[in-house]
């Protein structure tokens, strides 16, 4: 089972910043279907990020996504206020799905 | 429209049996699989495992393997998740969600509580 790790745990910026969140792999994700999600209180997760750096239907440009291989990154170029939320990766790439164990965005 | 639409929101004792279902419509549901996520009060996702429709093929996290079982009736369009023994530490939220590219639709959870 490919286990995840996301860092930092927290990231506190401010409206407007940068924020880069990193998600590396204990092994190397096929295919590099790795998966970026926002989760906001009280709702489901959406879909931001796939194939490691595919936006999803409807994301905004700001968000954007790279890497390959164990190294992953969730780049949002300028803050808004809505993008204060929980982010997590996952990955498909074999047949055990697993996800990393969030980062929190906060202001 | 593409819909997962779960089952309501359950309590239970510790020892009891639950099945809870979710229903898929507005896709061709035969085409893609099902999986189904945990989120405990306040922490983070978890992949419990993906039931393909016909139900050929259905995997497990090992977390989750022999604690809990996947199904699916593709007749009805709905997949489900079950317990024959629940424990106080299976409260949380369950999500089914469609699997594409990612878990690309959701339901939108059933909080299951299990308390004595």
């Known amino acids: 089972e490919i286990v995840l790790t996301q860092s930092p745990g927290t990231l506190s910026l401010s409206p407007g910043e940068r924020a880069t969140l990193s998600c590396r792999a204990s092994q190397s994700v096929p295919g590099n279907h790795l998966v970026w999600y926002q989760q906001k209180p009280g709702q489901v997760p959406r879909v931001l990020i796939y194939?490691?750096?595919t936006r999803a239907t409807g994301i905004p440009d700001r968000f954007s996504g790279s890497g390959s291989g164990t190294d992953f990154a969730l780049i949002i170029s300028r803050l808004e206020p809505e993008d204060f939320a929980v982010y997590y990766c996952q990955q498909h790439g074999t047949s055990l799905h697993t996800f990393g164990q969030g980062t929190k965005l906060e202001i | 429209e593409v819909q997962l639409v779960q089952s309501g929101a359950e309590i239970r004792k510790p020892g009891e049996s639950l099945k809870i279902s979710c229903k898929g419509s507005g896709y061709t549901f035969t085409t893609y699989r099902i999986a189904w996520v945990r989120q405990k009060p306040g922490k983070g996702l978890e992949w419990m495992g993906l039931?393909?429709?016909?139900?050929?093929?259905?995997r497990y996290s090992p977390s989750f393997q022999g604690q809990v079982s996947l199904s699916i009736d593709d007749s009805i369009t709905t997949a489900y998740l079950q317990w024959s023994s629940l424990k106080a530490s299976d409260t949380a939220i369950y999500y089914c969600a469609r699997h594409n590219t990612g878990l690309d639709f959701w339901g939108q959870g059933t909080l299951v509580t299990v308390s004595p």
């Open positions: 039931v393909r429709p016909g139900g050929s093929d259905t």
């Open positions: 194939d490691a750096s």
